[in-house]
């Protein structure tokens, strides 16, 4: 099928005013979504890079400087950390979100006024407790209010795509797999969001220290990361990646065993029971990777047109990582002395090399698309992108065990070399979505651009 640009091709004889206006229109509201899309996915970078990435590495040299995990304040920890998964990732999400669901439900048109006051009262909300973890002004007040607003903006999004409207056409299929995953994250960012705010007040309450304690701090970020980012990363993946790697088809029941793994897993960590949430958890993340048959060799061509073709490659690694994440998350749990540097290593195999990775590769293998119809500006830097994260990831997980854990002190000085690698990597996939964005869309959209031969 051939589009025709707009000023070649010949208005056809089928085409009479009526469905001529109904296409305008289609094109303008598919125009107004697109940069709707592209002004969270803006604002997720910026989130990813300052707020998020530039804090996290200056908390890794200082880290490293005095040799000491506990040495910097956990505000600056927890305020790096949710910038990286509200700040980035769940903006990120948010936008596909109201950009895809209403179209792959096949919903009526939603206002778009509903996406753009969500993103306004989100950005508030998470540059908010960023501002107010990292400099604790009026922290009583503004903390509580931060989350409050988090919340909202999430309910907003919620109401405007969620299970209360129904598809427009027809009587309503039976759910895939993949939508399980979507809803139980769903579920799971609704979740953290609430926690927050109830901590958030409680803290208030007590002014002594805007910093959750740390046995609180554990559980809400399993829930925050298996609970939430996780399933996303599962649904995308039974959705889309099938699909792009030219995977075999989806075995479904495995599928939603793994799901069922994982809301065990962070339902037992949220009371308390690591032992049983980690080896749940890692059950989950195998199942899942079986289910999608990412060890398995594709069965058709991947899908790599417009991107590197390193695509598949990266993706894969990214679930060898979900894997050693749930690894690390048990030897953590029963090493039986503390294990911060066990701990911290799970977490960001996880968060960056499973969670980045599938941002960094998804990302810029629909996101150009979705925005307007344009091509990824760079295929190799997507791949300098991927590699310098994984090099990054690889190397930061090694040491952050050996430094923190004692085992060796030389791992102290990889450590900012890690940190550095990682920020070059994020950098330069924030160059990239950015370049993409500025280049004119491939087809420009106009009423007769949707003339085929
Ligand atoms: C890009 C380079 C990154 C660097 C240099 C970095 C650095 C750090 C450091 C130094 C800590 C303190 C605890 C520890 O040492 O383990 C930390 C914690 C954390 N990081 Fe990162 N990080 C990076 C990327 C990410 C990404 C991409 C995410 C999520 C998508 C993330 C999420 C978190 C979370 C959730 C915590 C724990 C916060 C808490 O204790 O509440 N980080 N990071």
Aim: hydrophobic share 55%.
């Amino acid at each position: 099928m051939t589009i025709m640009p707009a000023d070649t091709a010949t208005k056809p004889k089928w085409l009479d005013d009526k469905t001529q206006s109904l296409m305008d229109r289609a094109i303008a509201r598919e125009k107004a979504l697109s940069a709707m899309l592209m002004t969270y996915i803006l604002t997720g970078l910026l989130f990813m890079l300052l707020p998020g990435t530039f804090l996290g590495v200056w908390n890794l040299i200082s880290i490293s400087k005095l040799q000491a995990a506990e040495a910097i304040s956990p505000g600056w920890i927890q305020a790096h950390g949710h910038a990286q998964i509200f700040g980035w990732v769940a903006t990120f999400i948010l936008g596909i979100g109201f950009y895809s669901i209403p179209k792959l439900r096949k919903m009526k048109p939603f206002s778009l006024w509903r996406a753009w006051v969500c993103w306004g009262i989100w950005t508030v909300g998470v540059l908010l407790r960023w501002s107010v973890t990292v400099w604790p002004w009026h922290w009583q007040m503004l903390l509580p209010a931060a989350s409050l607003l988090e919340l909202v903006a999430f309910l907003l999004f919620f109401i405007t795509i969620g299970p209360a409207h129904s598809a427009t056409d027809g009587p309503s299929k039976p759910w895939e797999a993949w939508i399980y995953a979507v809803i139980l994250a769903t579920s799971g960012l609704m979740l953290s969001l609430v926690l927050q705010v109830l901590e958030s007040f409680s803290l208030a309450r007590q002014g002594a220290s805007l910093a959750f304690p740390h046995e609180f701090d554990q559980k809400y970020l399993v829930v925050s990361t298996w609970g939430f980012l996780v399933p996303m990363v599962w649904g995308f993946s039974a959705r889309w990646l099938t699909v792009f790697l030219g995977l075999r088809p989806l075995r479904s029941k495995l599928l939603l065993a793994a799901l069922a793994a994982n809301t065990m897993g962070v339902i037992a960590a949220l009371f308390g029971y690591f032992a049983l949430a980690t080896i749940v958890l890692l059950l989950g993340g195998i199942g899942a990777a079986l289910a999608i048959g990412f060890f398995e060799p594709s069965v058709k061509k991947p899908k790599v047109a417009g991107i590197h073709v390193s695509f598949p490659f990266f993706v894969r690694f990214g679930y060898v990582w979900l894997v050693v994440a749930g690894a690390l998350g048990i030897w953590a749990e029963f090493n039986g002395t503390l294990s911060p540097g066990i701990w911290g290593a799970s977490r960001h195999a996880l968060t960056v090399g499973f969670i980045a990775a599938m941002v960094f590769s998804v990302g810029q293998r629909i996101l150009p698309s979705f925005c307007g119809m344009r091509v990824l500006a760079s295929p190799k830097l997507m791949f300098a992108g991927l590699a310098l994260l994984m090099l990054g990831c690889t190397l930061r997980v090694a040491s952050e065990i050996c430094a923190y854990q004692g085992y060796a002190a030389w791992a102290w000085k990889v450590l900012p070399i890690s940190a550095l690698i990682e920020m070059t990597a994020v950098t330069i996939f924030a160059i990239n979505l950015a370049w993409t964005f500025i280049r004119p869309p491939v087809v420009a959209p106009g009423p007769l651009q949707m003339y085929v031969e």
